[in-house]
Each structure stands twice: as C-alpha cells, then as structure tokens.
C-alpha cells in the first residue's frame, strides 16, 4: 500500500481510520509516563499474560509492565489488519509500537492477535508458556471489554448491553456538533429487558477470566505465588445509574465475585491471589460509549486539572503490588483500589456541582474539552505533539512477529 496523508474522519466519538505515527508515539509517551523501577530489572523478570492488551487500561497495564515489573510473556488482543481501503485499528499500530518498546528493553513479550474468548488462543497461549517461558506463570492481568462473547462449550453468543435496571434513565450527555462546538442533551435509557443482565454478565463478567485460569491450571502452569487481576471501574455516583447500577455494574459485581472464589482456590492450589484492581476515569473507546461518561470525564478533569492520574500510572502501581515491590493494599470487599484520587475529599462535591450547572452555554467553563477532545482524538492517533500530521505515512505496519 503507497503511504497516505491521513486526516481524522469520525462519526461522533468513533474515528473511521487511525494514524500509525500517532499511535507509535501515544506508545512511547506512556513509557516515558510511566515511573522507572526503583532498581535495575532483576534476572530475566516474571512471566506475565496481559489479556486485552492493545487498548485503554490493558495497554497501560502491557507498557507498565514492562517498563516498571520488567515482564516478559504474552499479550493478547484482537485487532483489524490494514486494507486497501482503510487503516489498520488504532490497537494494531498501538501493538507494534511495544513490540519495538519491548525489543529495545530486551523484553521477550509475544503479542498474539485473536479472541480471547476462544479456546484456541487459550491454547496457544498455553502453548507458549510451555515452550517458550519455562513452563511457569507468574501473572495473568486480565482486561477485556467486547460486545460478544461466544461461549466454547455451548456454542451460544451472547451480547452486553449498556442499560439501567428496574428503570429508565435520564442523564445528560456530552457531544459535539460537526464544527466541534460542544452540546449538553439528555438522553433516556429505556431499562434492561428480558435477559439483557444475563447476557451482559455471560460477555463481560468473570467466566471467561475463570475460563482463562482453568485452562493454565489444567495445564499445569501456574507458577507458585502467582497472582492475578482483572481490571474493573466503580464510578461516580453521577453515572451509577447507567453504570455501577445497570447492566454492566450487574457484570463487575459477578466480576467481583469470581476474583473472591479464585483467590480463596489459588490460595489452596498455588499460594496465590485473584483480586479485582478498580481504576480511575479515564477516556478510553469502551468509556466513550457509556451515556455520560464523556461528560463527567471532562468535568473531571476541569476540577483536577494535572491531578486526573494517568492509567499508565496507576497500572504501575497495580504492579508494584502484584510483584511484591509494594504490600497488596485492599478494601473491604477485596478490590485494589488505584482510584482514590477521583474519590479525595471534595472532588465528587465538585464535580456534582458542574454536573448540575453543565448546559451547552456553560459547559465549556466547567469542563476541561481541550484535553477531552485531544484525548478522543490520541485514542486513534490523531492530535498527537511531535506528528507531522502533513506528511504520508505508510498505513501496512506488519503485526509483530512471534518468533523475532
């Protein structure tokens, strides 16, 4: 494919094509984001599998691992190739720019493109750990967000659903206009119907992760102490209703459940842990979606400004505490909890009363829609410092090769 000048052209939120120089440098920002280790790596560093690892908090948890825990191992992820006719996924170019991170910190990281619902990629990730990682598994983070997922025992798809339960909702939204001018509306989420909460729980709750340890266990490759953590989000009591409240809340709660009876099996079978890590806001693909998301973000950061933590970040932190550099620090109900700066003393007080001022007159005063765009458009690799956005880019970046 010749290289093509590349301009943004979305419907909304969504971006119709990605920038592969932009994406290569979202990768090797959040590497410089993320804090170095306190000492150099140590030995040929943990096994790890991050599954979900081209996108959002995934990616973050694939870059600060290995910059921070110094892992080797295995991500996976499921992207789209370049066409003649339109670019490759932003989480293609995103993958092939840590490859080259990897490569340069003389990590052995395989970057595997397929579902991870599926038996096979399990299969081959199995496989791998086998033959190419000792046969011993120290870590599994796991963060998937999908629409489908098909179960590989019946055969049946299932489908999230974004809906409040018992009742419609009512929130307000943010959007832009075709010249980018922002808009407050309220939109209405008719209430979960017939097996919406089942479904959503089935596709976005925890049997596949369960899946995932089942299949390593049966393996026999589930190194002593392993740990493990799927990757979750609260919120704010604005968005509750839509979220921690509908269906989705229904499958981080079963999310939740199935870290409690992992951790008390690891513990019995391996000395290990499962725990559920609960991050901050932040703008990711799956977040743009969610009814008021995009709103209470950008107001978010317009009461925080700079203190809005980063994910690459905060996964540093997770793992710091899955590696043992920092002690597990956990709630009441068995969470690690990396968003305490959303919920400091006065921050959700804030962020309430813009809430309840935001129309489209004032929005722009009270929410921060520079950085809200910018980061929307990072999403894809558009708005990036340091792109020649006017130069042709050659859009048939190769995947990583698992054997280089």
Request: with cysteine; hydrophobic share 45%; net charge negative.
């Amino acid at each position: 494919m010749n290289p093509r000048v590349l301009t943004p052209r979305n419907r909304g939120f969504l971006f119709l094509d990605s920038h592969p120089a932009g994406c290569r440098r979202v990768v090797a920002d959040m590497w410089q984001e993320c804090p170095a280790p306190a000492g150099p790596p140590q030995g040929a560093g943990p096994v790890a599998l991050v599954i979900g690892s081209s996108a959002g908090y995934g990616l973050a948890a694939t870059v600060a691992g290995l910059k921070r825990a110094g892992v080797r191992g295995i991500a996976v992820s499921f992207e789209k190739a370049p066409t003649e006719r339109r670019t490759a996924t932003a989480g293609w170019y995103r993958t092939a720019a840590t490859a080259e991170l990897a490569r340069d910190a003389g990590r052995d990281l395989v970057f595997l493109n397929g579902d991870a619902f599926s038996d096979a990629v399990k299969d081959r990730v199995a496989d791998l750990v086998e033959r190419r990682f000792g046969g011993r598994l120290d870590h599994l983070v796991y963060s998937v967000a999908a629409p489908r997922r098909t179960d590989p025992d019946s055969g049946a798809t299932y489908s999230s659903v974004l809906k409040p339960i018992g009742r419609t909702n009512r929130t307000k939204t943010l959007l832009f206009d075709d010249d980018g001018a922002p808009e407050v509306h309220e939109v209405e989420t008719g209430p979960a119907e017939g097996d919406d909460v089942e479904q959503t729980v089935a596709v976005m709750g925890g049997a596949d992760w369960e899946r995932w340890i089942d299949h390593l266990a049966g393996r026999g490759l589930l190194a002593g102490g392993f740990s493990t953590a799927a990757l979750s989000y609260i919120g704010s009591p604005l968005t509750a209703a839509i979220y921690r409240q509908g269906t989705i809340g229904a499958a981080k709660a079963h999310l939740e459940a199935t870290a409690r009876a992992l951790n008390e099996r690891l513990a019995r079978t391996v000395g290990g842990r499962a725990v559920t890590s609960v991050n901050g806001a932040a703008v990711t693909q799956s977040s743009t979606a969610i009814p008021g998301i995009a709103l209470y973000t950008g107001l978010l950061r317009g009461v925080l400004g700079e203190g809005v933590v980063p994910p690459v970040r905060q996964l540093a932190a997770l793992w710091d505490q899955l590696t043992g550099a920092a002690p597990l620090a956990l709630d009441d109900e068995g969470r690690v909890r990396l968003d305490a700066w959303e919920f400091a003393d006065g921050v959700q007080a804030a962020v309430a009363g813009r809430w309840a001022a935001a129309t489209t007159d004032t929005v722009a005063g009270l929410a921060d829609l520079d950085w809200f765009r910018a980061e929307v458009r990072r999403l894809y690799g558009f708005s990036v410092p340091g792109v020649d956005y006017a130069a042709a880019v050659a859009t048939d970046v190769p995947w990583p090769d698992p054997a280089s």
